[in-house]
């Protein structure tokens, strides 16, 4: 591939960090999705790796919580401006291990930072209240307090984002966190923990566990009593699984799931706004994103000129070495994927779908078999795959509405409600389409509406609780009530 390659092979071997130990029984190579050349061997963390892990985040968390909001804050901070400093070793190392274009891993360093820089910023507003007492020889309190140890599991596809996305907002509250990353991306996990304690945090505050088979290390955190808090990212069946394996523990929980996104265009929308965001929202990191557009749908008087001028601006971005600044789409991450994706397509097409522009797999010179063309399907059909299922991947189905009411029949038939978005210029229909759409993020002429201030989650299948802004951090807080007598 390019010299930047070579440059983020090998970042860390046989590494991991937990209680004192650098090394692991076993270990697993990790390869890159773009060429299928090895990146690096990471430790293979198992049940042995978990319970030591457990061992040092309870007693991390003892000495954590003790520090003063404003000393974690400050430490935050700093980790903050570390993960900045470093955008240069991290964006590469993203592309590297998961195939994300480069311009769009620099991207999520930047998107990852400021969830720390927003944490820091809360970790000193978390308040408590005081509520009037029913006898005058009482006084009533409501405080806040650290949930305790945090197992988190987070997912390949952003693998810097979605870390500080559940961690920045755990520490901020004076919680521990075990981190087990995807086995696809464990070197940007490892590299944001390294920073963690460069920026002054305590050891065993932040762990990373890598593991080429998550089973071991999760069922053993799982049913550690003494983890109060499981935080996950990823698809729907396992989430359903990790809720009922914490159930006997009862702990606290948060799951981001799947998502099946609706992206509904009206004939009153500006079509030139409307395609650069569902460009922006479809085949951002080669489409594979929880929130991504999945489904179009367009009122049939402007589906034949959105999909025209939609299928103009796809043929138009750069498929290829994911570590090339002229890059948009990298390669999808396994083959799996790539299988998934090849499948939607060619069951839409059996079924008379046409593909206006893409529809096949990418030739990238020295690259994988793992690139897919940027596709665009219209005749698209309610009984299609890629209308029951999650693609994951750089494919875009159009299907034609005819009114309001099938707008919103269309998005909402799934079980999944994650994200939406729908573009109009009509403030009426914004208001009373985005309230029937049972969704937990409605974007209204607005594709990419994720920001680490604001609430990110679903309902329905596609999870409970919330990430992001003041309702991020309340996940890793309990409420505790003292009544006193004078």
């Not at 046989?14 to 090895?38: D, K």
């Not at 195939?99 to 930072?113: I, N, P, Q, S």
């Not at 299907?399 to 707008?407: G, H, R």
């Not at 209204?444 to 604001?454: C, F, I, K, Q, T």
Request: charged share 25%.
């Amino acid at each position: 591939m390019t010299e930047l390659a070579q440059k983020s092979s090998g970042v860390l071997e046989n590494a991991y960090i937990t209680a004192g130990v650098q090394e692991a029984s076993a270990t697993y190579e990790v390869r890159s999705p773009a060429t299928g050349a090895v990146v690096g061997t990471a430790a293979a963390c198992g049940a042995a790796e978990a319970r030591a892990a457990a061992d040092l985040a309870v007693t991390a968390f003892e000495n954590w919580k003790a520090r003063t909001a404003f000393e974690r804050s400050e430490v935050l901070r700093r980790w903050y401006e570390l993960i900045l400093e470093d955008e240069e070793a991290l964006g590469p190392l993203i592309a590297t291990e998961m195939g994300k274009a480069l311009k769009e891993a620099r991207g999520e360093v930047t998107y990852a930072a400021n969830f720390v820089k927003f944490y820091a910023e809360e970790a000193i507003r978390i308040y408590g209240d005081t509520v009037p007492a029913a006898s005058p020889d009482k006084r009533i309190m409501v405080t806040r307090q650290p949930v305790g140890p945090v197992f988190a599991i987070t997912p390949w596809n952003f693998p810097a984002g979605m870390i500080t996305r559940k961690a920045a907002p755990a520490l901020a509250a004076g919680c521990s966190v075990v981190l087990k990353p995807a086995e696809q991306t464990p070197f940007t996990a490892l590299r944001l923990a390294e920073l963690w304690l460069e920026a002054g945090g305590e050891p065993g505050t932040l762990q990373v566990l890598p593991a080429a088979d998550p089973r071991e290390v999760s069922e053993t955190l799982i049913e550690d009593s003494r983890i109060r808090k499981l935080a996950f990212t990823g698809s729907t069946e396992v989430g359903k699984l990790l809720y009922a394996q914490a159930a006997p523990t009862m702990k606290r929980i948060s799951l981001e799931l799947g998502g099946h996104a609706p992206f509904v265009v009206f004939a009153d929308a500006d079509l030139d706004v409307a395609v650069e965001h569902a460009v922006g929202s479809k085949f951002r990191n080669a489409g594979q994103t929880c929130v991504c557009a999945n489904r179009l749908i367009v009122h049939e008087d402007v589906a034949e000129e959105f999909a025209s001028r939609f299928a103009a601006a796809a043929s138009r971005l750069r498929v290829g070495d994911p570590l090339a600044e002229t890059t948009d789409l990298g390669p999808l991450v396994s083959q799996a994927g790539f299988d998934k994706v090849n499948r939607h397509v060619t069951d839409a097409l059996t079924r008379g779908a046409e593909a206006v522009t893409g529809g096949k797999p990418a030739e990238v010179e020295g690259g994988s078999d793992l690139f897919y063309t940027p596709t665009v399907l219209t005749g698209v059909t309610e009984d299609m795959l890629i209308m029951n299922e999650e693609t994951f991947g750089p494919v875009a189905p159009i299907i034609t509405f005819k009114d309001d009411s099938e707008a919103v029949r269309l998005a909402n038939d799934t079980p999944f409600g994650l994200a939406a978005y729908m573009f109009t210029r009509d403030v009426g229909r914004a208001f009373r389409v985005s309230e029937a759409l049972d969704y937990g993020i409605v974007g209204v002429n607005d594709g990419m509406p994720s920001v680490p201030h604001a609430p990110f989650g679903g309902v329905k299948e596609s999870g409970l609780g919330r990430e992001g802004g003041k309702w991020g951090i309340e996940e890793f807080l309990d409420v505790k009530y003292v009544s006193l007598g004078l």
